[in-house]
């Protein structure tokens, strides 16, 4: 624990002007990012007496051992690079709500020829438009199964489109009426883009002029005793209507506004919205939060708005936010917010009438969320917390174990060795920090010795971030397979090469950037899958690295025995041990993630052909010689000027494709084992580098051995 005076700056340093600010531990990681209208103001409130310091707040600046700033010109940048740093960091002391990625929304894609209406989740793509998000998928599919029979748009994918396209035979719902059946020329593209646009339109919220369109159309029909269509018409109404149901009016029509509550207590927040669309409820989401810093009903607030719109441009950002406080200082954030929108957006409090009821009713469901979470987190707490004392204790631990990885390795009959590094911090699951290994060192099954390697190359990496003083580099080991998204990059301020470039903090820490690592923070508790030789593998590893401060054990399948490195007996824990089970949860978890990573590394061995062995040449350019020439072996046959002829093709990737595909030997002739027939076209009609993913021959009665290779 540091002592906050040991890293305070001096006052005549920090300026007093709006800024960012970011506190790092002793491994350099940044932990905490915060923006101030006053730099100089706000730092030196972190460093007065602990003991009048919110207990997060306290914990943090013992936590920290030094801090650092930009300076901005206004509050609103201030509001942006915080933003940035936190998406970018992961800060632990900041408040951080979950992530919303994986909230389905009504998505029809306007910007292929023949839109189709899909539920998509993730990040939004240009030229679709969005309708929600909606809490359940399946909620989404009621309300499309609804209105299909009213705009009978296409909904299935493009392979069945175009399957359908080479028959000449719509799916089920182009004969149930479901589906105007573009595919086969039922509809011309601008009837079914019409047919599209008149399902957005009435999913934002123009209902009223179609439904009375279309009951003028029924009178119509029945006057003229055209009774079959009315009839239809009538249950077109009839759907619509059911349709509309499912999102009652909340406020006057046309009117577009999210409303943001919270529920909180002093140590988590509950934040729930409700997104209004032409009036209607079209979409809900919440989040529970913990609060890890001293923060106001206004700044939950304010970080809320940061996550529902920093990816979000256009009409995504509503024309109101109604929300129960105000942060402080307002304008900032109403300024960020109508840049973002394009143009004015009204950020308030509801004072009477329909919003402030809609309002009180978003305050009951975050209530409710809180309740509900602190119902469901209490028993959950307690059961990590008493697991990991059980762990600490039949291991001798000195503390419970906080950071918990677990390694395995797998392969099939000694091919594709690969291995997994998983990890659980406090009981659960750090997906982020979860790394993958292709053993490298020698060829063939040796579980021990595979070992050895993986927990070798993970340490030596943990010792180099520990004693480097400057960014990573790309000379370093890079062999361990990690997310681009925690790859080293340049702190900001900086150009690509580290340079200064643009604004440089008035304190700057060029030998690190804070991001999260590879491999820089060491876990308190190794745990391989397998027994004593695994075991006395990892610990051979370690002790030849120097590291002596970390603890290891092994997880036997068999008997579920816990091995320790230097005792003859293993330690066996209660079958009803909270311990044990979260053991065999880590194991599992790696023994997924690395049968996963196996499983892939094979697929894509199976699949490659010559042709991918040529280097600098794409996937778009393999994909135009194969249509080019119809297959491989008549690509093998072709002259240089005839590969010229392909589009992109230049002479001299047609001589390294010549050269290559001369070298590589032609794919042994397949055989029919029905028949018996060899089938020496085979290459032809199934180009190895465009055919998918193909099953490993596997002859009868010998799959069960198979399976029992593959660890």
Not at 222 to 251: F, G, H, N, Q, T
Not at 444 to 469: A, C, N, P, W
């Amino acid at each position: 624990m540091a002592d906050p005076s040991s890293y305070r700056p001096k006052p005549g340093q920090i300026p007093d002007t709006p800024g960012v600010y970011k506190f790092r531990d002793e491994h350099r990681r940044v932990i905490y990012v915060g923006k101030a209208k006053s730099l100089r103001q706000r730092l030196a409130s972190y460093f007065q007496d602990l003991a009048n310091l919110h207990p997060r707040t306290r914990t943090m600046v013992t936590t920290a051992a030094s801090v650092e700033w930009t300076v901005v010109s206004t509050e609103v940048e201030a509001l942006q690079l915080e933003y940035s740093w936190i998406k970018e960091y992961d800060p632990r002391f900041n408040v951080k709500y979950r992530d919303d990625k994986s909230y389905p929304y009504l998505a029809v894609t306007m910007n292929e020829e023949f839109p189709r209406v899909q539920v998509m989740r993730g990040h939004k793509k240009k030229g679709v438009r969005y309708f929600g998000p909606y809490g359940h998928a399946w909620a989404i599919r009621d309300t499309v199964d609804l209105l299909l029979r009213v705009f009978p748009v296409r909904t299935c994918s493009a392979g069945v489109f175009k399957n359908a396209a080479r028959t000449g035979r719509p799916c089920l719902l182009g004969y149930i009426g479901k589906c105007s059946a573009p595919c086969v020329g039922r509809v011309s593209p601008e009837e079914h883009r019409e047919l599209a646009e008149e399902f957005c339109d009435f999913m934002a919220g123009r209902t009223g002029t179609y439904i009375r369109r279309q009951e003028q159309q029924m009178a119509e029909a029945a006057e003229e005793m055209e009774y079959e269509r009315a009839a239809r018409l009538r249950d077109d109404i009839e759907a619509l209507k059911k349709a509309m149901e499912k999102s009652a009016v909340v406020l006057a029509d046309a009117t577009d506004a999210d409303l943001i509550a919270v529920a909180e207590d002093e140590l988590e927040a509950a934040v729930q919205i409700f997104h209004v669309r032409g009036g209607r409820v079209r979409g809900q989401r919440g989040w529970v939060t913990d609060k890890v810093e001293a923060v106001t009903t206004g700044d939950l607030v304010e970080h809320a708005t940061q996550q529902l719109y920093g990816e979000e441009t256009g009409d995504s950002v509503p024309k109101e936010v109604l929300v129960p406080a105000l942060p402080d200082p307002v304008e900032p954030v109403q300024e960020w917010l109508t840049a973002r929108r394009g143009s004015n957006v009204s950020l308030r409090i509801p004072q009477r009438g329909d919003k402030k009821a809609l309002m009180e009713t978003v305050q009951r469901n975050a209530l409710q969320a809180l309740t509900l979470h602190k119902t469901k987190r209490a028993s959950d707490l307690t059961t990590r917390s008493r697991a990991l004392e059980e762990i600490a204790e039949a291991l001798d631990l000195d503390s419970a174990p906080l950071r918990i990885e677990c390694y395995d390795i797998s392969h099939l009959q000694g091919d594709d060795v690969v291995a997994s590094m998983v990890v659980f911090e406090d009981g659960l699951q750090r997906k982020s920090e979860y790394r993958r290994f292709q053993i490298k060192g020698f060829a063939g099954q040796d579980d021990v010795r595979s070992m050895h390697e993986v927990i070798t190359r993970r340490f030596r990496r943990y010792l180099v971030e520990k004693e480097k003083t400057g960014e990573w580099t790309d000379g370093a080991d890079t062999s361990a397979e990690a997310p681009s998204s925690v790859a080293a990059g340049p702190e900001p301020g900086t150009d690509a090469d580290g340079t200064p470039g643009g604004e440089v903090p008035e304190i700057t820490f060029t030998e690190d950037d804070g991001r999260p690592k590879r491999f820089a923070y060491p876990p308190q508790l190794v745990v391989v899958d397998g027994g004593r030789p695994q075991v006395a593998a990892a610990k051979r590893a370690l002790d030849e690295l120097g590291i002596d401060d970390i603890a290891v054990c092994g997880l036997a399948k068999r008997l579920e025995e816990v091995w320790l490195p230097d005792d003859d007996d293993p330690v066996v824990l209660p079958r009803s041990s909270e311990g044990l089970y979260l053991l065999q949860r880590v194991r599992d978890e790696a023994h997924r993630f690395a049968i996963t990573y196996q499983r892939a590394k094979r697929a894509k061995r199976f699949r490659s052909g010559p042709l991918d062995d040529v280097p600098g040449l794409g996937e778009s350019r393999k994909q135009a010689l194969i249509k080019h020439f119809g297959s491989v072996k008549k690509l093998r046959s072709a002259t240089i000027d005839q590969i010229c002829e392909v589009p992109g093709i230049g002479r001299k990737t047609a001589e390294t494709i010549a050269v290559a595909l001369a070298q590589a030997a032609p794919a042994a002739p397949a055989v029919n084992t029905a028949t018996g027939e060899i089938m020496e076209d085979d290459e032809d009609a199934a180009p190895a580098t465009t055919a998918g993913p193909v099953e490993e021959p596997v002859t009868a009665g010998a799959s069960d051995e198979r399976r029992g290779q593959e660890t």
